[in-house]
T-cell receptor
Framework: GAGVSQSPSNKVTEKGKDVELRCDPISGHTALYWYRQSLGQGLEFLIY????????KSGLPSDRFSAERTGGSVSTLTIQRTQQEDSAVYLC??????????FGPGTRLTVL | QQPVQSPQAVILREGEDAVINCSSSKALYSVHWYRQKHGEAPVFLMI?????EQKGHDKISASFNEKKQQSSLYLTASQLSYSGTYFC?????????????FGIGTKLQVIP
């Protein structure tokens, strides 16, 4: 079956615009994570969905960031009023329970 | 809480061995190891579970000391292909599925 997919692969936007990043996890995976990775840096945790539990939003850096996961499958990360410091690669990963995480290829966001 | 990895960076010559350490201040249920090559998404290496045995494949193995809340990744007879950033992820021993939290990573470079 297919792995985790993300779209778009690249997104260039102007400061102040809103963006939506999409993640299609592996079918049947209960957990979904969003991470942010700046150049040469580590994996910055953003948000975690696990089954029907309330999402863990403790990593979202500001109220401009939000995410939802519809029907326990597809997830969308929304960044409102983008700032230049939001420029990074956004990675999505899914897993069954807390087993091996499968990462998507990422979305490279550039805010001009 | 984010696990602590050490060293932050290491340079090896082909054939040399390395150890990467990961420690947590909380009781752990599992430790995950991933490797990320430049420009790529992280890839799963192995999971070590509480009460489980040391794991490994090829010349990469890992151990998990539950009492000390520590894990170590052992790379023996390193190859050029081992270069990348290694992340440990920890799952707390709190019952049910828990979020896996990653350390900041250890950058490993293997040179000829």
């Amino acid at each position: 079956g297919a792995g985790v997919s993300q779209s778009p692969s690249n997104k260039v936007t102007e400061k102040g615009k809103d963006v939506e990043l999409r993640c299609d996890p592996i079918s049947g995976h209960t957990a979904l994570y969003w991470y942010r990775q700046s150049l040469g840096q580590g994996l910055e945790f953003l948000i975690y969905f696990q089954g029907n539990s309330a999402p863990d939003k403790s990593g979202l850096p500001s109220d401009r960031f939000s995410a939802e996961r519809t029907g326990g499958s597809v997830s969308t990360l929304t960044i409102q009023r983008t700032q230049q410091e939001d420029s990074a690669v956004y990675l999505c990963a899914s897993s069954y329970g807390s087993n091996e995480q499968f990462f998507g290829p990422g979305t490279r966001l550039t805010v001009l | 809480q984010q696990p602590v990895q050490s060293p932050q960076a290491v340079i090896l010559r082909e054939g040399e061995d390395a150890v990467i350490n990961c420690s947590s201040s909380k009781a752990l249920y599992s430790v995950h190891w991933y490797r990320q090559k430049h420009g790529e998404a992280p890839v799963f290496l192995m999971i070590l579970l509480k009460g489980g045995e040391q794991k490994g494949h090829d010349k990469i193995s890992a151990s998990f000391n539950e009492k000390k809340q520590q894990s170590s990744l052992y790379l023996t007879a390193s190859q050029l292909s081992y270069s990348g950033t290694y992340f440990c992820g920890t799952e707390r021993n709190s019952g049910g599925y828990q979020k896996v939290t990653f350390g900041i990573g250890t950058k490993l470079q293997v040179i000829p």
